[in-house]
């Protein structure tokens, strides 16, 4: 398929996607129009210009710098859409691999820890494939084993260098943090202002839990899915001090 081919996807009866080709040989296309019964969200190119925007969702709006699909923030992209995908909602933390404090923000101990950690797709990341479509099969079924365990109730935690720790987990605040009472929250289509409210209010207590654990350990990211669909990537946001959610299910579909 032509590079920026236009797609016209129908996801679901009355719901139809307008995406583009990356011009990679694999990887989600870059979605630029949800059309759901009368109303349209146009995605907005300008919204990964924004002040702390997450290079996830940069990833996902498409418009930065061309990368490859196997890039790592790329494989953030393809296990948020197959965490969308099983319907079941669920949780994925995102820590740094050189520390520890995030354990300060997670009931111990942790009921399915993982010692050592899986880390077939670290190990994958690391590689430079030869036979190229043998080792995407092998990534999508890792990716897809990481995301079904997000199913489980608790929150999957991977390390920033995609290594599995724990899935299961119980999120706490942690010892003289503050509770998290308000974030920012935008979405990434035009016309969209950013509002603030309580975490509870993007769909209760998975996503108070995400906030929280963003909240007390500024250096991660939380990844929420709803059962009705709705994604959420949590993030802290230096220039407005405080967590920032980013509703992304419009580049997911």
């Not at 995605?43 to 196997?70: K, M, Q």
């Not at 820890?113 to 430079?128: G, H, K």
């Not at 999120?171 to 979405?187: F, G, K, Y």
């Not at 409210?197 to 207590?205: A, D, V």
């Amino acid at each position: 398929m032509p590079t920026f081919c236009f797609v016209l996807e129908v996801a679901s009866p009355g719901l139809l996607v307008i995406k583009h080709h990356r011009g990679e040989e694999a990887g989600k296309f870059v979605n630029v129009a949800v059309l759901e019964g009368d109303q349209m969200k146009m995605i907005d190119e300008t919204a990964s210009s924004l002040p702390d925007c997450p290079p996830l969702l940069t990833s996902l709006l498409g418009f930065d710098a061309p990368v490859s699909w196997t890039q790592s923030l790329n494989v953030l992209v393809q296990l948020a859409v197959s965490m969308r995908a099983h319907g079941k909602g669920g949780a994925l933390l995102v820590v740094p691999s050189a520390a520890q404090e995030w354990r300060e923000s997670i009931v111990q101990p942790i009921a399915y820890s993982i010692v050592p950690s899986f880390s077939e797709l670290a190990d994958l990341m690391r590689e430079t494939p030869m036979a190229y479509a043998q080792w995407q099969d092998t990534l999508g079924r890792v990716v897809a084993t990481i995301a079904g365990l997000t199913a489980v109730d608790g929150a999957t935690i991977i390390t920033d260098r995609y290594e599995l720790l724990a899935f299961g987990a119980k999120i706490t605040r942690r010892e003289h943090s503050l509770r998290v009472e308000t974030v920012t929250v935008t979405e990434p289509i035009e016309g969209a202002v950013a509002e603030t409210m309580h975490p509870s209010e993007l769909g209760g207590t998975r996503h108070l839990s995400a906030a929280q654990f963003v909240h007390d350990q500024q250096d991660a990211v939380a990844l929420v899915a709803s059962q009705d669909g709705r994604f959420t990537i949590f993030a802290w946001s230096p220039c407005e001090a405080m967590v920032h959610a980013h509703r992304v299910e419009a580049l997911l579909l």
